[in-house]
């Protein structure tokens, strides 16, 4: 296998919990609202989701049933504590993770693995889930880790830029990057629309990625960080007593377009277009947040209606999965992209912050 200067995604391995919940989470968050008009708001909103699944460890429990899951977790008038959930997302979220490695088929070259990333903003424990998996897959005990917590749903982008750094840095290095959430630990019992919209996009999954100097797979050429000035306060999340609070605030499609339009009409090289234009990528991996985001993303470049098919096709199939999301939108590439093209990766998250990489289509 020849090796490159640059960093390449040889393989990515994809993961979801067995539960297929989003039609019956449907329900229960129906009986959660209180009153007909919000619930009439709700169905509508559901309906132009654009999400047709979404999974979860947790089997739902059957309309008018006393909680939403069949296990009773989420007992109506009962949620459970931040440390109850915390308890639930270890063992998860290691199960999860070790279910996608084992997608890379990797064999006995998994004790190669030289550094392992972690990324996840859904839990917290230590010792850590790097080290859980240190310890489950038999890596070395030397091997070099780095846990990227908290940055939401653009994770995956700062956990793949750092392997590059590493790989560029070393190029025998082989990194196993792991994006994991386990989302549906963090739902609330509440009437207001807003925050109940915000759950009815997200499910649990997780995806793993070797990357080494082999000229295999996607090849990460460079990597650029836009944050949208005074939108801090339009994506927040923040660890509650019964769970982690998210806020995703109406404006944030607005914004995104806006954003995104000033960046389209930059000629200089120092916008994520680096002055070439939408016409110099082929392919389009956008993280699948949510409909109106990706609409935003496709208004805001003048994109194209098919540019962002494979994007679409991961919201429908598994909803928004955090950080892990755009990794399985990548992973969709790696089956059908020809060799050559060039692609854009970027997802956003709390910042308002634009994550963003370039890459190409290797062997």
């Not at 009439?40 to 059957?62: K, Q, T, Y």
Request: proline fraction near 4%; glycine fraction near 8%.
């Amino acid at each position: 296998m020849t090796h490159s200067h640059k960093a390449h995604i040889n393989r990515i391995g994809v993961a979801v919990p067995a539960h297929d919940v989003h039609d019956g989470f449907l329900a229960h968050a129906r009986a959660l609202l209180d009153n007909e008009r919000t619930a009439r708001l709700f169905d509508r909103a559901a309906r132009r989701s654009g999400i047709a699944h979404r999974f979860s460890h947790m089997p739902v429990a059957e309309a008018g049933a006393p909680a939403v899951d069949a296990t009773g977790f989420y007992r109506y008038g009962d949620f459970p504590t931040t440390a109850q959930r915390m308890e639930q997302y270890v063992p998860q979220a290691l199960t999860l993770a070790e279910q996608a490695i084992a997608k890379l088929e990797l064999g006995k070259d998994i004790a190669a693995v030289t550094h392992l990333i972690v990324a996840s903003c859904t839990g917290f424990s230590a010792p850590g889930l790097d080290l859980q998996l240190v310890w489950r897959l038999g890596l070395s005990p030397q091997v070099e880790r780095q846990l990227i917590g908290f940055m939401g749903c653009s994770a995956a982008i700062p956990a793949l830029r750092a392997a590059h750094h590493i790989v560029r840095a070393q190029p025998d290095a082989r990194v196993l990057v792991v994006n994991v959430e386990i989302c549906t630990l963090h739902f609330q019992a509440t009437a207001d629309l807003e925050t109940m919209l915000s759950f009815l996009l997200f499910g649990d999954g997780c995806a793993a990625a070797l990357v080494t100097a082999e000229a295999q797979g996607i090849a990460l050429e460079d990597f650029r960080s836009v944050i949208i000035p005074q939108t801090d306060d339009l994506i927040t999340w923040t660890i509650g007593d019964q769970g982690f609070e998210m806020f995703l605030s109406g404006q944030v499609p607005g914004r995104i377009t806006q954003a995104l339009r000033q960046e389209a009409g930059r000629s200089d090289d120092g916008g994520i277009l680096r002055g070439e234009g939408t016409q110099s990528i082929d392919l389009w991996a956008v993280h699948a947040g949510g409909r109106s985001i990706l609409d935003a993303v496709e208004v805001g470049l003048a994109l194209p209606s098919a540019a962002l098919e494979h994007s679409r096709a991961i919201l429908n199939d598994f909803g928004n999965m955090s950080s892990a999301t755009i990794m399985f939108v990548l992973q969709r590439m790696l089956q059908t992209a020809r060799q050559k093209e060039r692609g854009m990766a970027m997802a956003f998250g709390p910042g308002m912050v634009a994550e963003t990489a370039r890459f190409s289509m290797a062997a």
